[in-house]
């Protein structure tokens, strides 16, 4: 799909404030004019602000009730242009009650598009779907065509942010009839650019390329009626629509695989980005297109460094569903240059922008259901509450019946008597009534404050999670480095089950020998991170302070006491925490190498065979056994150049996937064949390669255990 372009606030707002009335110079002192003059030069920036402060009370003090309506609306479009959204709202709210109060309809629905579009830029699409109807039903009880343009305009900027494409197309199309059928159009000038601008970039994204090209074709006349205008705001913008033109061109032949064509109108509009001074924005824009046009001519490099241009403008202006656009628009680029390794980097970078994203959007879900949950609830107890009330005055209807036959044939006495002790009941019922009203209340207040504390309570865990990730992951080494150190090469496969990991990888270098091992603990998530950070530290005291590092065997015997003791594991209490872990220590001098195991395998590929390495059936911390009972054991090998080794944790066999319905586990044999298959290829690749036929194993499965790999070639 082409890229979605945008049309900046700032841009909006300019031609909005342009397009709306000016004051009248009649109702102005001198001064007053100037400040005036200074605001619209100053507009978008921090400095129109104060100015249009003391124009507004210069204009109130004077009585220029005109004037100050239009300072007040242009101190809105101010703050939306120095993006603070939250601010616009509140000022809009303040404005719309002030300019409603002078009856002044000119300024109150630009305010009111305003306050809209910033609910757009902070998500709030349900809330400014309401307020863009509530706008479309007074402009047509009033009449108003550009109110009912505005409000149109809002619903399908709506549409368009939720990928609602064709309804976006359908809306801005009935917006610019609208405008057509009035016999206003001159007037109406730079609302009718404004809504065709719109219209062209939801075309991109409709099936009928031909009918695509025919909106542009009527844009580009568009764009020269507005530009042969009197209007400032043709000077200042007309070229920026011209170039925006030309990239929806390019962006439509790029879908029709019409290359000369979209190279033409990339050219045309890099031309006029030369020439003019257009915003940076649209850099961006270009550099989208001309990455989807290098990769057709499988210019796949090309097409990669463009792609990292505008994500990085997107990324620096927090555009961040561009950006996951620019991004895996570069990893399709690097994927088919053969850039393996630096997918990673960038899926990974869409996975935390996608998170970010999926987060907000929940967290938004859940207040909005929470609420009404609440409401659903109260008004559960209100019906109870009704049904009891029907219920005792069913009975008090029965009692009076019943007390109405008594008094045909009672003295009046009796009648008064009954009366009274029926509006004491009623009075009881009241502060009943009254009693469980303020319970209810009582009870809702509670149950807010509580859900406001779990929700700060889950942010604060999921922060230091997430911070624990960061620490975790820069204890890890960087095998990379390892090239300069006697062997050829290594590469990890790490991908923890629950943000941290259980497993992890280690590695010692000594004066002539390189010590390897990748290790599985007990559980996964927190405890399983506790686990690895002990595991990696006693493994560093184990080696550091050791003249000659100790062959794989001693160390893993000396790994299972240093961690008995540092968990106090002893006696029938103790936890029965530990780990399964594989170590290889290789002498780069000899090319000969020793090898231990405790519970977990080697695969050693070697004479062009793979061979599994056992480990002892025995774990780290494991106090069924001892060395007298079950002793390690190293296993002696020698290599050649080329051979290679694979360490892992048990996450990857472990694995649930397939074509079977409800999966079957990957196994050893299938980790086994999996290797057998990749084991001749360049290290950067096998990563790539295993991870990809990981995820195509695991399928719609979900990943229940931490998953770790390091492959060594000597």
Known sequence: MPTRLEMTPKTLITLLCLGTATVAG????????????????????ENALPIADSAYSLATALGDTATSDYVLMNRVSCLQQLSLYDSTIIWADRVEQILRQHGNYDYIYPTIYIRILSYIEVGKYQLAMQQAKKLL???????????????????GLVNSEQG???????????????????????????????????????????????????????????????????????????????LMMHVCYANIYIDTNNRDQALRHLEMAQDIYEQYPIVEMYKAYLNDARARLEMLDGNYR??????????????????????????????????????????????????????????????????EYQTMLQVDKLSMEADKLQIEADKLQARQTM????????????????????????????????????????????????????????????RDITDSINYAQRIQTAILPNLNALKDCGIEGAFKLFIPCNIVSGDFYWNFIGKENIIFACADCTGHGVPGAFMSMIGTTILNDLCEHQPEPPSPAELLELLHISLLQVLNQSGESASKDGMDIAIINYNTRTRKAQIAGARRPTYVYRNGEMEECKGVKRSIGERDYTRETLPFVDHEYEFAKGDTVYLCSDGLADQFGGPTPNGKRLKSSGLTKMLNTLVELPLDQQAAKIEEMYYEWRGSCEQFDDISLIGIRF
């Open 26 to 45: 009649s109702q102005t002192t001198d001064e007053l004019d100037m400040m005036i003059s200074r605001l619209e030069a100053a507009s978008g920036t």
């Open 137 to 155: 039903a007074e402009a047509n009880e009033r009449g108003s065509l550009v109110a009912k343009i505005y409000a149109m305009e809002c619903q």
């Open 164 to 242: 609602r494409d064709d309804e976006a197309f359908a809306t801005y199309t009935n917006c610019l009839n609208e405008i057509e059928n009035s016999g206003n159009v001159e007037e109406l000038g730079s609302l009718k650019l404004e809504v065709a601008t719109f219209r062209i970039q939801a075309a991109q994204h409709i099936e009928n390329k031909n009918q695509a090209l025919a909106v542009l074709d009527q844009y580009s006349r568009i764009i020269e009626e507005f530009g042969s205008s009197d209007s400032n705001a043709a000077d200042m913008f007309i070229e920026d629509y011209r």
């Open 302 to 367: 090309e097409a990669t460094l463009c792609a990292d241009s505008a994500g990085t403008f997107y990324h620096r202006n927090n555009q961040t569903k561009s950006e996951i656009k620019a991004l895996r628009l570069m990893m399709r680029g690097l994927y088919l240059s053969k850039q393996y390794t630096d997918i990673y980097n960038v899926a990974e970078r869409i996975l935390t922008l996608n998170d970010s994203l999926n987060t907000q959007s929940y967290s938004k879900a859940v207040e």
């Open 399 to 458: 009692w009076i019946f019943i007390i109405i036959t008594i008094v045909a044939v009672s003295t009046i006495v009796v009648l008064v008597m009954k009366r009274r002790r029926q509006q004491e009941r009623q009075k009881i019922l009241s502060e009943q009534k009254k009693l469980l009203e303020e319970e209810v209340e009582r009870q809702t207040k509670e149950l807010r404050l509580q859900k406001t504390e779990i929700e700060m309570k889950n």
